[in-house]
T-cell receptor
Framework: QQPVQSPQAVILREGEDAVINCSSSKALYSVHWYRQKHGEAPVFLMILLKGGEQKGHEKISASFNEKKQQSSLYLTASQLSYSGTYFCGTGGGDYKLSFGAGTTVTVRA | NAGVTQTPKFRILKIGQSMTLQCTQDMNHNYMYWYRQDPGMGLKLIYYSVGAGITDKGEVPNGYNVSRSTTEDFPLRLELAAPSQTSVYFC??????????????FGDGTRLSIL
């Protein structure tokens, strides 16, 4: 079953922060985050595994709460390059990921 | 450059035609995946493979077939194309081990229209 992402879209000014949430109805082993620019392939950002760790990529970080079966992606001091659609992919411990519908982030100067 | 290569990049098919989308990777990854992405939507898994000779269905396999005769190649075949198969198709690969803790590397996609 697909994870649910919220919000669907967010508009930011450069330097502002945002949080994207990803929730699953089933137990999670891992959460992947990818960013896709318009007309391009998804690009890997980070993976979080069971254990509630936080990870970072540039000024983008994420957390994973396995009890709540959810992950959050934090965009800090956003830059124009952060614009794109962010997808979470959830893994149940097998070979497959289920992807959310995506959150479109627009960063304006 | 190392990575996942998909061909063709664009294709228009008539209803009922067949075609094969090619995918090859040079990273020696065991795991390979085919996804489709409809406008404004996320990625849906069509088929995947955990190694040469081993394939399995994903969420939306109907109307598609795959084969995996080598580690490098994972072609996706559309038989009797239908308008509902108009989509962008992405191939991806990842390292083992066999749990979802390895990043997936995506090709640039094939944009397919069925008219």
């Amino acid at each position: 079953q697909q994870p649910v992402q919220s919000p669907q879209a967010v508009i930011l000014r450069e330097g502002e922060d945002a949080v994207i949430n990803c929730s699953s109805s089933k137990a999670l082993y891992s959460v992947h985050w990818y960013r896709q620019k318009h007309g391009e392939a998804p690009v890997f950002l980070m993976i979080l595994l069971k254990g509630g760790e936080q990870k970072g990529h540039e000024k983008i970080s994420a957390s994973f709460n396995e009890k709540k079966q959810q992950s959050s992606l934090y965009l800090t001091a956003s830059q124009l390059s952060y614009s794109g659609t962010y997808f979470c992919g959830t893994g149940g411990g097998d070979y497959k990921l289920s992807f959310g519908a995506g959150t479109t982030v627009t960063v304006r100067a | 450059n190392a990575g996942v290569t998909q061909t063709p990049k664009f294709r228009i098919l008539k209803i009922g035609q067949s075609m094969t989308l090619q995918c090859t990777q040079d990273m020696n990854h065991n795991y390979m995946y085919w996804y489709r992405q409809d406008p404004g939507m996320g990625l849906k898994l069509i088929y995947y493979s955990v190694g040469a000779g081993i394939t399995d269905k994903g969420e939306v396999p109907n109307g598609y077939n795959v084969s995996r005769s080598t580690t490098e190649d994972f072609p996706l075949r559309l038989e009797l194309a239908a308008p509902s198969q108009t989509s962008v198709y992405f191939c991806a690969s990842s390292h083992s081990p066999g749990e979802s803790n390895q990043p997936q590397h995506f090709g640039d996609g094939t944009r397919l229209s069925i008219l």
